[in-house]
């Protein structure tokens, strides 16, 4: 097989459904510092970011009536995981997060595995998705 560089350069953007598309937003924005880019109020969608990745929110059409994702037992987005600077900023981002009504620290900072220097949190944010925050790979 030939070796050739890979044809993707990153992601583009990450497209998050969400049963409230304000607290979903507030998350992100107050409590991790992104910014509002763009919005689609018809659709409805807002588009965030923290100027290296762009986050699509959109509204599911009836939240009562979505599923909640179970990530033992259905196919898609297991997590996201953003990247942070250093230990310092995973302690920060844990500080911000853990104080951001209706989210849940599944697990305080930590090695990733047992001898590794890079660390990180899982947290579920409001409407249910996990997010993981970790530190470079070392």
């Known amino acids: ?16 459904s969400v049963p409230d598309l304000d607290r ?17 109020p018809d659709y409805p969608a807002r588009f965030v970011s923290d100027g290296q990745i762009l986050l699509t929110l959109w509204q599911v059409a009836n939240p009562e009536k979505a599923a909640q994702f179970d990530r033992r037992n259905t196919i898609g987005l297991h997590h996201l995981a953003l990247g942070v600077e250093d230990k310092a900023a995973l302690d ?4 911000r997060v853990s ?8 697990f305080a900072p930590e090695p990733i595995r047992a001898g590794a220097t890079t660390r990180h949190f899982i947290c579920t944010m409001p409407g249910g998705i996990r997010i993981e ?3 470079p790979f070392a």
Do not use: N, Q, Y
Not at 1 to 16: F, S, V, Y
């Open 99 to 106: 104080a951001h009504p209706g989210v849940t620290i599944e």
């Open 24 to 40: 979903a937003a507030a998350f992100f924005c107050d409590a991790l510092s992104f910014k509002v880019v763009g919005e689609r």
């Open 92 to 95: 920060r981002v844990h500080a």
């Open 1 to 16: 097989m030939e070796m050739t560089e890979p044809l993707t350069r990153g992601a583009h953007h990450i497209g998050l």
């Open 133 to 135: 925050f970790a530190t």
